[in-house]
T-cell receptor, first 116, second 112 residues
């Protein structure tokens, strides 16, 4: 049972345009969400996160939106650049104590290609 | 400050052989994790540790063992490698007060 879903395995966007990567989750206990970026032959790197008390978090060209009622979040990259071409993973964590809050549940990733 | 490092970067094993992957972090993080990444499967948690001397099973623990004898090191062992364990293995660590995990560069393991 996939608790974090990234339904688009790949996405192609023209340089300068907006990239929108989507993520859905099913576990109501998830309360903190993160996006990671991964280049080939490297480890994932943390990109941006959002707590469920917010519906938007912005960091430069990257903005994450959270719709808690729909259990949906999205990552917007504006403007997209060729260097943004990578695999993007959505991850979720429950808040509170207990072993579960130590863990992240990852989606399967979306490969973004930004075409010059 | 090297962050999270993994040794080795690449390894080829024959079925039945054993090996140990080493993860080291210099950020004084309490929590450490081992993941595997397979095509189309995302990152799956193998084992994790919430402190020195403690370990716990993740989503896909079968065929692996771990040890955390020192806070900065987390070892992943394969006692009898199988072709199904061909994968890229990532180690990660995080502090107590944040959710963000920091990943190492990965170890690409092939079992023939």
């Amino acid at each position: 049972d996939q608790q974090v879903k990234q339904n688009s395995p790949s996405l192609s966007v023209q340089e300068g345009r907006i990239s929108i990567l989507n993520c859905d989750y099913t576990n109501s206990m998830f309360d903190y969400f993160l996006w990671y970026k991964k280049y080939p032959a490297e480890g994932p790197t943390f990109l941006i996160s959002i707590s469920s008390i917010k519906d938007k978090n912005e960091d430069g060209r990257f903005t994450v939106f959270l719709n808690k009622s729909a259990k949906h979040l999205s990552l917007h990259i504006v403007p997209s650049q060729p260097g943004d071409s990578a695999v993007y993973f959505c991850a979720a964590s429950p808040v509170g104590g207990g072993a579960g809050s130590y863990q992240l549940t990852f989606g399967k990733g979306t490969k973004l290609s930004v075409i010059p | 400050n090297a962050g999270v490092t993994q040794t080795p970067k690449f390894r080829v094993l024959k079925t039945g052989q054993s090996m140990t992957l080493l993860c080291a972090q210099d950020m004084n993080h309490e929590y450490m994790y081992w993941y595997r990444q397979d095509p189309g499967m995302g990152l799956r948690l193998i084992h994790y540790s919430v402190g020195e001397g403690t370990t716990a099973k993740g989503e896909v623990p079968d065929g692996y063992n771990v040890s955390r004898l020192k806070k900065q090191n987390f070892l992943l062992g394969l006692e009898s490698a199988a072709p199904s364990q061909t994968s890229v293995y990532f180690c990660a660590s995080k502090s107590v007060i944040t959710y963000e995990q920091y990943f190492g560069p990965g170890t690409r393991l092939t079992v023939t």
